[in-house]
């Protein structure tokens, strides 16, 4: 780890249902929110889902006099030390332990989401450590999303085991990682890593390109 501090953005997203599920009864008539840590907040309008480590541990903590985050507890501390506390000299007020099991399948608004509302999913490999154990999912741009998201689509199993629906993520999250991409991508890697032109525009270069070259044909049918 570096000698300076990691900044984050964290993304406030608004658990939207009314009234709150039982275990999240003791936060009612606050605003709750979970507060995933991002290093790509330009990329949110992508946002598929959240992820929650299924056995990971967090708290539903005041952070106002109105607002609850739910985040883990390391993570409520660091909050405090930066002000973000309700008790700013005390220790975080904590109206209910969770686990992140209580978490998934909680429906949310999130900022800049094209999707009016998103639902937090079970991720293994999520650090308890790192950030606020919340992560938002940008299959279109971040490995990591696009992989746990295909590996929830590929086990039924792993979804029975933790009560997933498919109307969850299904169809929205096929179609944002074909289509984003696709619409407003840039090239990070080869000679067109420009970072400026659309995908678009390169997509008809590199075609043509890969054509001559003979490593590609194109095909009708
Ligand atoms: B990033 P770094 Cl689109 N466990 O946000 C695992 N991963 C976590 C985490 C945790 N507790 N907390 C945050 N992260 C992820 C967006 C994104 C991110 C995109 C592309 C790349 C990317 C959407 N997910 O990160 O170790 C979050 O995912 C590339 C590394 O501090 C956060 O930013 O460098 C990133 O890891 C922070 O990782």
């Not at 939207?16 to 929110?33: C, H, I, Q």
């Not at 990070?188 to 659309?198: D, M, T, W």
């Amino acid at each position: 780890e570096g000698v300076q501090p990691q900044e984050y953005t964290l993304i406030k997203m608004e658990v939207a249902v009314k009234p709150l599920p039982l275990k999240l009864g003791p936060s009612e008539g606050k605003r709750v929110f979970l507060a995933a840590a991002t290093l790509r907040p330009e990329t949110m309008y992508g946002q598929t889902n959240a992820w929650v480590l299924p056995d990971g541990r967090y708290g539903a903590y005041e952070i106002s006099e109105t607002d609850v985050f739910i985040v883990t507890e390391r993570a409520a501390l660091n909050l405090a030390y930066q002000n973000f506390s309700k008790t700013p000299q005390k220790k975080p007020s904590c109206l209910v332990e969770l686990t992140g099991c209580d978490l998934i399948g909680l429906p949310l608004r999130s900022p800049l989401a094209a999707k009016e509302i998103i639902y937090a999913l079970p991720m293994l490999t999520v650090l308890a450590n790192k950030g606020t154990g919340i992560v938002n999912s940008v299959p279109s741009d971040a490995p990591d999303d696009y992989m746990a998201l295909q590996d929830l689509i590929s086990k039924p199993d792993v979804r029975a085991k933790y009560g997933v629906k498919d109307e969850w993520y299904l169809a929205e999250a096929k179609r944002l990682t074909y289509l984003k991409g696709f619409t407003e991508g840039t090239m990070l890697i080869g000679e067109f890593a420009i970072g400026l032109e659309a995908f678009q525009e390169i997509k008809p270069i590199i075609k043509t390109k890969l054509v001559e070259s003979g490593e590609a044909i194109l095909y009708r049918e």
